[in-house]
């Protein structure tokens, strides 16, 4: 229930809303506030999500000329070594060997590096840490 009343001091009525006034007011704000914020993460995330496919797919794209650039670099440098003198078998032979060295030592290079990951230590001592505390939440967990 409203109820209107001299305001001390002043000329001026004041309002006093009820306490159930007063919650259902607060609830429907908080419901407002909910359903803005969730209309904002859609629309943030359909942003991100039609950013993020024209990226993989100009990614994608990329990758297949650079494939195609790729195959005739190939071709052309035999055919250089052709050119040069080489047979045209021997040539291309060269030029596979050359490619399959090169790969095999970025493969190698790859490995080394996976084998140098971690164990994110401390995200892990953090998680140990949260799940001591919810155990006892009056201890530091750090002890």
Do not use: N, Y
């Not at 052709?82 to 790859?110: H, K, P």
């Not at 401390?122 to 002890?143: A, E, G, N, S, Y």
């Amino acid at each position: 229930m409203t109820t209107v009343s001299e305001g001390r001091g002043t000329d001026r009525p004041t309002v006093e809303a009820s306490l159930g006034e007063l919650v259902s007011t607060a609830t429907r704000d908080v419901s407002l506030l909910m359903r803005q914020e969730i209309e904002l993460v859609k629309a943030e995330a359909r942003q991100t999500a039609i950013s993020a496919g024209l990226g993989a797919a100009f990614l994608g794209l990329a990758g297949g000329l650079a494939l195609f650039g790729l195959i005739a670099l190939t071709i052309g440098a035999a055919e250089a070594l052709d050119s040069i003198g080489l047979t045209r078998g021997w040539a291309f032979t060269v030029v596979a060997g050359a490619l399959l060295t090169l790969s095999a030592l970025l493969g190698l290079f790859g490995i080394s590096r996976l084998r140098r990951i971690k164990a994110p230590e401390r995200t892990l001592q953090t998680v140990k840490d949260d799940v001591t505390w919810l155990k006892h939440p009056t201890v530091d967990p750090r002890r």
